[in-house]
């Protein structure tokens, strides 16, 4: 399916979660998704007839009602982080979609075929309830997009450029075979970020590893290592005044995964502001720890020693459906898994499991007392 059906068939299913988000599961909703299905499985039907002709009917119609039920059985409101982490990984192992970040050989690069490898419809599109519509996009708008500046970008900056860009296109015909890393960002592109002034792109090549640190955890830049990430935000929101930060730098420096960079800093700057508020203090400490060096994920711990609420945790703003944990609940759907065990001045702890694996966040979260601790700790388990 070429780009512009796609980008087409997004803009409808962006209309339809708005209604549904207004609306709620109704049956005019339903009717309104049914349709949309239909509207996919005939267009689906029809590229899969004209691109596979030397197979028989009986296998075209197997294949066709395969790829509409896979479209249809991923909800976007449950929880798909080691999914989309996978599919994220393609930009590192899947020889296709390696050529939109990896530099490639003199004379061995050709942008007229490099849109026609791209099987985006199986690849990612019909994984799109899955994704958090903001990683979504980075991916798609940073491959397909004509529009800019895009937004969803790190430190407030807005790309100008991406593949789909006529300055790319003329590029690659004035400079047959080369990987177009020196192509010029437009001048009205180049301004930089309001919250990094320091930080400008004026080549492709610079966008496109901006583009990888927001799908990666890399370890080839040491200033963005996730311990200099972690202690940068932490003086950012400004506890650095008053608490002391206790983190293993060593673990922290081969830290590397693949999920929505950007939102997993924005999961640090939401704990550390609900730190920085926090009324009950009586240490002013916070570590951090990382485990699973041997495992398929990642598990960090943010401790604020010897922090407690007043009363039991209970409440529409801290079960998961109201209030600012429903906000991160939203923003971290398909990017980590993230819970949360609070602490009360009974000497009681409770664990609030926000996001686990497979979970629907417009379920409440209810709370499960577990063995106390002296503090309140937020978990991000992240998949690699």
């Known amino acids: 399916m070429d780009a512009r059906k796609i980008q087409f068939l997004i803009g409808i299913q962006r209309e339809i979660d708005k209604l549904e988000a207004k609306e709620g599961n109704t049956p005019k909703v339903e009717k309104v998704k049914s349709r949309f299905y239909d509207v996919i499985e005939e267009i689906v039907g029809l590229e899969t007839v004209v691109g596979k002709t030397e197979k028989s009917k009986d296998e075209l119609e197997t294949n066709q009602e395969k790829e509409v039920t896979e479209q249809n059985e991923y909800k976007n409101y449950i929880h798909y982080p080691r999914l989309v982490s996978n599919r994220l990984a393609f930009f590192s192992t899947n020889e296709v979609y390696k050529r939109f970040t990896h530099e490639m050989k003199a004379n061995t690069f050709d942008y007229n075929t490099l849109f026609g490898a791209v099987t985006w419809t199986n690849d990612f599109g019909r994984f799109y309830n899955a994704f958090n519509y903001k990683t979504y ?129 924005e999961a640090f700057r939401w704990i550390f502001k609900c730190i920085l508020l926090d009324k009950y203090q009586l240490k002013q400490e916070v570590e951090v720890k990382i485990e699973g060096e041997e495992t398929d994920f990642y598990k960090i711990r943010v401790i604020n020693k010897g922090a407690f609420i007043s009363k039991e945790p209970t409440g529409i703003k801290i079960n998961g459906i109201g209030g600012d944990t429903k906000t991160l609940r939203e923003e971290l759907r398909s990017v980590c898994d993230w819970h949360t065990i609070y602490s009360t001045h009974l000497e009681k702890s409770y664990l609030f499991r926000y996001l686990t694996e497979g979970c629907d966040v417009r379920q409440p979260v209810l709370p499960e007392e577990v063995e106390f601790i002296d503090g309140i700790e937020h978990i991000l388990i992240i998949y690699r």
């Open 137 to 265: 996009y980075r991916i798609y708008d940073f491959i397909f997009s004509k529009k800019t500046p895009l937004g969803f970008w790190a430190d407030g900056y807005r790309i100008g450029m991406t593949w789909r860009s006529p300055e790319i296109e003329m590029w690659t015909l004035k400079y047959p075979g080369e990987y177009p890393l020196d192509v010029e960002v437009p001048v009205e592109y180049k301004q930089p970020s309001q919250k990094n002034p320091k930080l400008r792109y004026e080549y492709f090549g610079e966008i496109i590893t901006e583009y990888k640190h927001t799908i990666e955890q890399r370890t080839t830049d040491r200033s963005r290592s996730l311990d200099e990430t972690i202690k940068k935000i932490f003086n950012e929101i400004g506890l650095n005044a008053d608490f002391k930060l206790t983190l293993d730098t060593i673990s922290f420096k081969s830290v590397s995964f693949f999920a929505d960079v950007i939102q997993i800093k």
